[in-house]
């Protein structure tokens, strides 16, 4: 009964490739984010979707484009891969922003 | 725009220990603050949160926090560290009611040694 579920743990492609993370959450959450770790364990906005409508974007290059079915799904689609897109994403969501249920994170290494 | 500094980059503790974490945040109005922690290739877990009232809170695994609004600090505390608890620490803000937007420090990396 994970509360934030994200698919897939690893994902190693090679640059110029497009993927896709799905995350999901069954805590009945209005808001969902996805937030990128660096290699210096910096986490970082990206982008925030509140009953799927986006509210927050950050300075994030257009090969990033997140896409929110319903409330409980917030999936995030990279195009054209680059190096400096390794790092973990994390998918997080809150109901209200009083509190913050994070996913186990996606690794992933473009090589 | 909020932002938060944790001075600690990395913090190295013996066991039984005292620990204390330092967490500013650069914000004039009302804010929710958090620590969570991140043990080793995990993924964040919340350790406390304060949004109001008595601002000294008390979390899990015995981390405290004590909010003091004159000198924007939220600085984390436990009387005796383990082993258990090497791992990274983050202090997060948000600007209180209808904000979405979680500001993350850069974290402070604690090793204790046994």
């Known amino acids: 009964d994970t509360a934030v579920s994200q698919t897939p743990k690893y994902l190693v492609t090679q640059m110029g490739n497009d993927k896709s993370i799905k995350c999901e959450q069954n805590l009945g959450h209005d808001t969902m984010y996805w937030y990128k770790q660096d290699s210096k364990k910096f986490l970082k906005i990206m982008f925030s979707y509140n009953n799927k409508e986006l509210i927050i974007n950050e300075t994030v290059p257009n090969r990033f484009s997140p896409k929110s079915p319903d409330k409980a799904h917030l999936n995030l689609h990279i195009n054209s891969l680059e190096l400096g897109d390794s790092a973990v994403y994390f998918c997080a969501s809150s109901q209200g922003g009083t509190g913050y249920t994070f996913g186990s994170g996606t690794r992933l290494t473009v090589v | 725009a909020q932002s938060v500094s944790q001075h600690n980059h990395h913090v190295i503790l013996s066991e039984a220990a005292s620990l204390e974490l330092g967490c500013n945040y650069s914000?004039?109005?009302?804010?929710?603050l958090f620590w969570y922690v991140q043990y080793p290739g995990q993924h964040l877990q919340l350790l406390l949160k304060y949004f109001s009232g008595d601002p000294l809170v008390k979390g899990i695994k015995g981390f405290e926090a004590e909010f003091i609004k004159s000198k924007f600090s939220f600085n984390l505390r436990k009387p005796s560290v383990q082993w258990s608890d090497t791992a990274e620490y983050f202090c997060?803000?948000?600007?209180?009611?209808?904000?979405?937007?979680?500001?993350f420090g850069k974290g402070t990396k604690l090793s204790v040694i046994p």
């Open positions: 914000y004039g109005g009302t804010v929710n």
């Open positions: 997060a803000v948000n600007s209180g009611a209808g904000s979405y937007q979680l500001t």
